[in-house]
């Protein structure tokens, strides 16, 4: 576990639980990185232990494509939600991809 902390976070919103993979897949395609199950397993078996009400509760997994990023993950107690942020230093283009996924996956319910 880390901190929610990052001096290079650039974003971050709540979204869905059941949309953290498909903006995970999302913003990897964005940044060029091959996200695969092996990604998800990693992301999805930190997931119950993170708190975002603990400083100490975040998660961290590395998206290491054209566009390095550090996804920062935490569950957030009693809802259907996770809070994520992401770190790095994208272009302007990128970080407006990454910003209208993130409010797509905290509007709308992805089946």
């Known amino acids: ?16 639980e059941t949309n953290l993979r498909p903006l995970c897949e999302a913003v990897a395609h ?3 990185y ?21 400083h100490d509760g975040w998660y961290a997994y590395p998206l290491s494509g054209r566009v390095p990023l550090t996804l ?3 569950g957030d107690p ?4 996770v809070l994520v942020r992401f ?10 991809r990454i ?3 993130l409010h797509i996956f905290s509007t709308w319910a992805v089946p």
């Open 1 to 16: 576990m880390t901190t929610g902390d990052d001096d290079r976070v650039f974003t971050g919103h709540w979204v869905f």
């Open 30 to 32: 964005f940044t060029g």
């Open 34 to 54: 091959a996200f695969d199950d092996r990604d998800w397993q990693a992301i999805d078996g930190a997931l119950p232990a993170t708190d975002a009400e603990r």
């Open 72 to 74: 920062l993950v935490a």
């Open 78 to 81: 009693g809802s259907a939600v």
């Open 87 to 96: 770190a790095g230093e994208p272009d302007e283009a990128d970080k407006a």
């Open 99 to 101: 910003e209208a996924a």
